[in-house]
């Protein structure tokens, strides 16, 4: 089984999964089985302590964290032994102290989640994906899925949460990333350094062809001119595909000038009319991040032509002290009625490949047709973790946290 068929399997599974937990936990609190929830309870029914012992059987046969608060003071009601197995720590870290939960989130990822957990009074919920730093200072990649209960005056009342392991996950996703990678590279020389350069032969052979011919036969003369003027055409497609596919010059200021090539195929190749707005002032030291940065933009384009339907796409690169923003914007369908587009399997691929580059990745939709994709990078901070990319993934060691 490839990387690609086992990522396909691991993301239906962990589907199945969390569809499983979801289900349990609104089963439970639509039961009015509420005490359970808490930590200790006294007196309790024969047929409450049989229902209990049947949903600890299988909260720990699910294998993810599946966890309760209290949505007025934000204490754990209950949380499933799978914690100590993920977390690395104890359940009781969590019952005793509202922060415990939150403090084992990477520094990077808990801006976001602390406005993820915010939201749920307006939202209903969230769905996100964030690292944990365990007590032996290993990474973990956790996709959480959460959503709020409201009482019959309409109170938002308890915060119920399926959280699972998704690290393998990501070791599937890096390795299908950095294979189609490769694969793209090693297409663009052969085309550059093969069909290229014979393309360019044939023209040379065509165009002293019709030399000779100029004197004895004008008209045939004429008409390998046409001919040397088609292959010139063929070479230039040619060597734009190879740059599209292997980009050689993206480190310093040449992502600026990869993106405004990027933007003139796009206008020779779709009627969309396709601009970039990139600074040279924007110096990238590390190739691998400017190779991500430009596989963004890339796949934010071609997924712009292909759900959105627009008629204009506008590429930005700018840069402002150690920050670095790249975005793209199009005009085509924008949200739909429930706030949605679709993006295929491609927006899936942006934001890994913006976790990648050590970014962070914004989505702006609004009904009047605007879509806005922003990727937005500490330069610094990406070039002290160059070394350290691994760390992001199973049994790798976190930096250490201030």
Same mark, same amino acid.
């Given at each position: ?146 959503? %709020?209960?409201? &009482? =019959? *005056?309409? @109170?938002?009342?308890?915060? +119920?949460?399926?959280? #699972?392991?998704?690290?393998? /996950? ?93 933007? %003139?195929?796009? &206008? =020779? *190749?779709? @009627?969309?009319?396709?601009? +970039?707005?990139?600074? #040279?002032?924007?110096?990238? /030291? ?117």
């Amino acid at each position: 089984m490839g990387p690609g068929e086992q990522q396909l399997v691991l993301r239906k599974n962990s589907r199945a999964q969390q569809v499983r937990s979801l289900v349990a936990i609104r089963s439970w609190i639509c039961s009015g089985k509420e005490r359970f929830f808490m930590r200790a309870h006294k007196n309790e029914s024969a047929d409450f302590v049989a229902a209990e012992q049947g949903f600890r059987q299988l909260a720990e046969a699910i294998g993810a964290v599946l966890k309760m608060t209290d949505a007025e003071d934000g204490r754990t009601l209950y949380i499933s032994p799978a914690f100590r197995e993920i977390w690395g720590r104890g359940c009781d870290d969590v019952y005793d102290s509202t922060r415990a939960w939150f403090d084992a989130i990477h520094p990077e990822d808990r801006d976001r989640m602390l406005e993820a957990g915010l939201g749920i009074h307006k939202h209903g919920g969230y769905d996100e994906e964030y690292r944990i730093i365990r007590p032996d200072n290993t990474m973990r990649w956790i996709r959480e899925r959460a959503f %709020g209960v409201r &009482n =019959k *005056s309409g @109170k938002l009342w308890r915060i +119920a949460s399926v959280a #699972e392991d998704i690290t393998r /996950h990501k070791l599937v996703e890096k390795e299908v990333i950095e294979n189609n990678d490769r694969e793209r590279s090693q297409l663009g020389r052969d085309l550059h350094d093969g069909i290229c350069q014979q393309l360019v032969g044939i023209a040379f052979a065509t165009d002293l062809l019709r030399r000779d011919l100029i004197s004895s036969s004008p008209g045939e003369a004429v008409r390998a001119a046409k001919i040397t003027g088609l292959l010139d055409q063929a070479i230039t497609q040619a060597r734009n595909l190879s740059d599209a596919l292997c980009p050689v010059n993206l480190t310093g200021d040449g992502l600026a000038m990869a993106l405004r090539a990027l933007a %003139g195929e796009t &206008n =020779k *190749s779709s @009627k969309v009319v396709c601009g +970039a707005d990139c600074s #040279e002032k924007v110096f990238i /030291h590390d190739h691998a991040i400017a190779m991500h940065l430009y596989r963004i933009a890339q796949e934010a384009v071609q997924n712009a032509l292909k759900y959105g339907n627009p008629t204009q796409v506008l590429i930005r690169l700018s840069q402002d002290g150690d920050t670095i923003y790249l975005s793209v914007t199009d005009n085509g369908r924008g949200a739909d009625e429930e706030g949605q587009r679709n993006f295929g399997i491609g927006l899936s691929i942006i934001k890994f490949r913006a976790q990648m580059a050590g970014g962070q990745l914004k989505l702006e939709l609004n009904d009047a047709g605007k879509t806005v994709i922003t990727c937005t990078f500490q330069q610094n901070a990406a070039q002290e973790r160059k070394t350290d990319t691994d760390f992001l993934f199973l049994d790798a060691k976190a930096p250490t946290v201030a």
